[in-house]
């Protein structure tokens, strides 16, 4: 197999050990005789597998005992519905921070249950940025506050989280959670679907204060309350099992890489080498404020629009895959989550130069 190197928003990159990992389990998990995704929801064997991912997960972020930590489905996407459906509770409105893309995305579902406020926008310069806390406008009556830490389409992540006084913050994390460690009880609601950080497509994660869950809207499918996931340990419905599983292999590399705090600092080193080529680059361009510079996910552009394509084609003979920008901001990205080693980053920019180079 040639090395390749997959820069894909999401589905993503995973560790290359919890590949060869499930692999190795994938017929006969630990003398089981099946494989996991063959195994009852309800059965000892995959009841503890879910229990040891909730583990090392609860342990990787400092999850505080009064949260409870959900596998759900339905992506992120069903969070943009669930969240207003959970926590409205008789108020009429909720604040959002315009970011780009994703949040408008939630801003968009949010509106069909309730009066959503704008507290905050980067739309006037085209969010290449996010907006400052006191910038903030907002509104002690609004149910909840909701943001986007990492805005995966524009580049734009936030290193700080939003102190609104008694309204819960919901953070939508699909694209960095994991990434750096987070102080979960500045949260009222996390939510990360798992195909960009954590594992395949089709498991959600959700972490959820106690005290916000119980209360939906009238109307509120059975599937979209918090309260019969969290009553039924996230298997009142069939769970997406080979997911919870993947997700826990993901876990236990994290662990055993160190933790969050470990990969913070490689995360910061592989951005920092792209941001840096980038900067010194006259024929390569990252729009993105500075401050507000994605760890995770890196768009620029060509000096030339024209190169895109030529770009493109050598890049993946080159083993460089999944670089094309997201269609509605044009250009490349590269998304180098957890799983992307420093050396793909270093093979990127060795293509980058050499590129360059040929076309200047
Ligand atoms: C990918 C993504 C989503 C959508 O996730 P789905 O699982 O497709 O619903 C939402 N928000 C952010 C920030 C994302 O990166």
New binding site residues.
């Given amino acids: 197999m040639t090395q390749i190197f997959n820069f894909s928003?999401?589905p993503a990159v995973l560790p290359k050990e919890v590949l060869a990992q499930a692999r190795d389990e994938m017929m006969d998990w630990h003398g089981s005789g099946m494989s996991v995704m063959e195994m009852s929801h309800r059965g000892k064997e995959f009841m503890g597998i879910a229990a040891g991912a909730e583990a090392d997960l609860r342990e990787l972020l400092a999850i505080p005992q009064n949260y409870k930590v959900l596998f759900l489905q339905?992506?992120?996407?069903?969070?943009?519905s669930m969240v207003p459906m959970n926590l409205l509770r008789g108020n009429k409105s909720a604040d959002y921070l315009d970011t780009g893309i994703?949040a408008k995305?939630?801003i968009d579902e949010a509106s069909r249950y309730c009066q959503v406020n704008i507290a905050g926008s980067s739309k006037d310069k085209n969010y290449t940025y996010a907006p400052s806390q006191d910038a903030l406008k907002l509104n002690q009556d609004a149910a909840y506050f909701h943001f986007?830490?990492?805005?995966?389409?524009g580049g734009v992540e936030m290193f700080w989280t939003p102190v609104t006084g008694d309204v819960p913050v919901v953070c939508?994390?699909?694209?960095h959670i994991l990434s750096r460690p987070i102080d979960v009880k500045q949260y009222g609601i996390i939510y990360?679907?798992?195909?960009?950080n954590i594992g395949p497509?089709g498991l959600?994660i959700v972490i959820v204060r106690d005290d916000l869950i119980g209360e939906t809207i009238a109307g509120t499918p059975t599937m979209f309350d918090y309260k019969v996931h969290a009553d039924h340990e996230s298997m009142y419905n069939t769970p997406a099992t080979y997911g919870i599983y993947i997700a826990g292999l993901v876990f236990k590399w994290l662990k055993s890489k160190g933790g969050l705090p470990a990969m913070e600092k490689i995360n910061i080193e592989k951005s920092t080498l792209l941001y840096d080529y980038l900067d010194a680059s006259d024929f390569y361009h990252s729009p993105i404020a500075v401050e507000n510079r994605s760890r995770m996910?890196i768009p620029f552009t060509l000096k030339e629009a024209s190169l895109d394509e030529a770009f493109l084609k050598q890049a993946q003979q080159n083993g460089l895959l999944q670089l094309k920008g997201h269609k509605l901001v044009g250009g490349m990205r590269a998304s180098i989550y957890n799983a992307m080693p420093i050396e793909g980053v270093q093979a990127l920019i060795a293509f980058m130069k050499s590129f360059a180079q040929a076309n200047a």
Avoid: L, P, R, V
């Fill in positions: 928003a999401g339905g992506g992120a996407h069903s969070q943009f994703w995305k939630a986007t830490s990492n805005e995966t389409i939508d994390m699909s694209s990360a679907g798992a195909q960009k497509a959600t996910n």
